[in-house]
């Protein structure tokens, strides 16, 4: 039986050789771990390495959301999915006037490193891997998240896991942005270098199509949104002085990652082997390719920048 996509073309169940007639397979389809990923990004998948397990979490207090974190350890998630509520999602104190009536609603309330220690209390951060759905403020919440981390005595180079940190995607569907898009993309390009320099492990950028389809989009814009903006996170982060993205394998480049993700996925499954620099995207031992090299010193705010 065939079905269709959200576009009205068909998608048989099963292809056999010589469907569709002007398919080429080897061109086409590609091999596993190689462009153009269309049978995963790494060579073997989930078989080398189970996927981590997560369930999108968060409300009210801190100390709510603790309990439920290590719930959901307890029952066998192997990483955390942090919700924010939208106050701090938009930068904004729970005690704002602009915030009231939605503290804790849609997420978990953070308005300092006390609440992020109260939120990570027991959990052993250099075993479990945390996602974080934060943008426009996404630098301030993992510099809170380093803080407590440190208070655990876990080192910054274990930590591993991601912020979205697609902020321009805020501007297109979403709405939680804080700043005009130039200094925003700043922003997003010196956590790049803070996070090569200061937390190498750290997925640094989550880029985002669905909140497009989700705003009315195409499946075909919601794609060339998606592509528009990784090409836009590259440009930033050469223009502020990093070294050029080619030949990247590592999960957190925003070209990698906009092509490793399916656009209309809500969010990342897991993770895998991560490479850089080789054909074979075997890991590369006390190396890892974050979204950049920097030119300039680590995470310094450019002074003669393009932008």
């Not at 209309?264 to 090299?293: D, E, F, K, L, V």
Request: with cysteine; aromatic share 8%.
């Amino acid at each position: 039986m065939t079905r269709e996509t959200e576009s009205g073309l068909p998608v048989e169940p099963v292809y056999r050789p010589g469907q569709p007639a002007d398919f080429d397979p080897a061109a086409q389809l590609g091999e596993p771990g190689e462009y153009p990923y269309t049978r995963g990004v790494y060579p073997a998948m989930y078989t080398a390495r189970p996927w981590t397990m997560r369930q999108y979490s968060g409300f009210s207090t801190a100390e709510d959301s603790n309990r439920r974190y290590h719930q959901l350890i307890e029952a066998g998630s192997t990483g955390l999915s942090v919700a924010f509520d939208l106050p701090t999602q938009m930068g904004y104190d729970s005690d704002a006037p602009a915030a009231r009536g939605e503290v804790g609603k849609v997420g978990v309330a953070i308005d300092s490193v006390d609440d992020m220690r109260t939120l990570l209390r027991g959990i052993p951060l250099e075993s479990v891997s945390t996602s974080m759905t934060i943008n426009a403020p996404a630098a301030v919440l993992l510099l809170l998240y380093q803080l407590a981390a440190d208070e655990q005595g876990v080192a910054s180079a274990k930590l591993d896991g991601t912020i979205q940190n697609d902020i321009l995607k805020e501007y297109i569907a979403r709405g939680t942005y804080i700043y005009p898009p130039q200094p925003s993309l700043r922003l997003v390009a010196d956590t790049f270098a803070y996070c090569h320099a200061e937390i190498p492990r750290w997925n640094t950028i989550s880029i985002s199509g669905y909140h497009m389809a989700e705003a009315g989009a195409t499946a075909v814009q919601e794609v060339a949104f998606t592509l528009a903006n990784a090409r836009e996170y590259v440009r930033a982060a050469i223009a502020s002085g990093l070294a050029s993205l080619r030949g990247c394998r590592s999960s957190s480049s925003p070209a990698r990652r906009s092509l490793r993700r399916s656009p209309s996925s809500a969010r990342r499954a897991g993770s895998g082997p991560r490479s850089c620099g080789t054909s074979s995207a075997q890991p590369i031992p006390g190396r890892r390719c974050c979204a950049s090299i920097p030119r300039r010193p680590a995470y310094s705010s450019p002074r003669n920048s393009p932008r």
